[in-house]
């Protein structure tokens, strides 16, 4: 204690006791520069409080999930999306559009869709008839081809073949009288619910199985043949002329197309049924189809010049 006051005396003491003075003075400087420097305990505790402040006001990190699909969930939700990213989205969401209703109009075009299976097996017996008709006209005409190319007198063959064509023309256009293998289809409609729409549909199967040449009772069938009902109620007419039941059909063509065609399912023996009508049909080697049409001039149409 008397060493403390001895600094607040206001005379310092002279020589060897000024010496002793000094010295001891030394370890109380140590001792009062010691305690200058211990504020650093002191600040950390302040830093410390602070920090605690601004963790509590900064957001807490969320840890990232280890599995893959909550890393990519994460990831991608909420989504970031840039301006350049949805212009990109846009145009790709119109395209695929676009091609979805292109082929959707190209599907709704299509004559099959939607057909039922009866249609398209009559469709498909058609385009084999067809074929084998084609394929048939291809062989005549390059047998005929053959025979102009070999014949000595060229001429002569060429008028042969020329009357053939002939013929077969007439035929067609129902000025010539035609034979051959066929059927008869007999149509009884006691209850008389067989109307002319319903004999369009019977010829539009026969031509479609290559009927050649078909005659309807006495009434010759060629290519503008018209069906209309009689206005009295009773019977069809066809070409003008009355035709009643019961309606025979004489067909020149090939029999073992012409009866599926027309007993297919759902065809016109099958629709003959449903209204009460028995169709009824023989095949036969030979058949006459004699009732002959009488050829209109054309008013409109005209040969086109070459």
Do not use: C
Not at 96 to 112: E, F, K, P, Y
Not at 206 to 212: D, K, Q
Not at 256 to 271: C, E, F
Request: proline fraction near 8%; charge should be negative.
């Amino acid at each position: 204690m008397s060493e403390e006051k001895k600094p607040q005396e206001p005379e310092r003491p002279s020589g060897a006791e000024a010496g002793k003075s000094e010295a001891p003075q030394e370890p109380e400087r140590s001792e009062a520069v010691e305690p200058e420097a211990v504020p650093e305990p002191v600040e950390p505790a302040a830093e410390t409080e602070e920090s605690v402040t601004a963790r509590q006001s900064a957001p807490i990190p969320v840890a990232l999930p280890s599995d893959g699909r909550e890393r990519l969930r994460a990831a991608l939700w909420p989504p970031r999306v840039s301006r350049g990213q949805l212009v990109v989205a846009l145009l790709l969401f119109a395209l695929g559009l676009a091609l979805a209703i292109q082929v959707r109009s190209t599907n709704d075009h299509s004559q099959l869709r939607g057909a039922r299976q009866e249609d398209l097996v009559r469709i498909l017996d058609e385009l084999d008839g067809r074929q084998q008709r084609l394929q048939f006209e291809k062989t005549q005409l390059e047998q005929n081809l053959a025979q102009l190319e070999n014949s000595s007198n060229q001429a002569k063959e060429a008028q042969e073949q020329t009357r053939k064509k002939a013929a077969e023309l007439g035929v067609l256009a129902g000025t010539e009288k035609a034979a051959g293998p066929g059927i008869v289809l007999t149509i009884d409609d006691p209850q008389g619910q067989v109307k002319a729409d319903m004999l369009l549909d019977t010829l539009q199967e026969l031509r479609a199985a290559g009927a050649e040449a078909i005659q309807i009772n006495d009434v010759r069938v060629v290519a503008g043949t018209y069906f209309t009902d009689n206005a009295s109620g009773g019977g069809v007419r066809i070409d003008g002329k009355s035709v009643s039941q019961p309606f025979r059909f004489t067909v020149v063509g090939n029999p073992q197309d012409l009866t599926p065609a027309l007993n297919i399912p759902g065809g016109v023996v099958r629709s003959l049924e449903k209204q009460q009508a028995r169709a009824t049909i023989v095949q036969q080697q030979k058949v006459v189809v004699d009732a002959l049409a009488t050829p209109r001039p054309l008013q409109y149409g005209k040969p086109a010049a070459k």
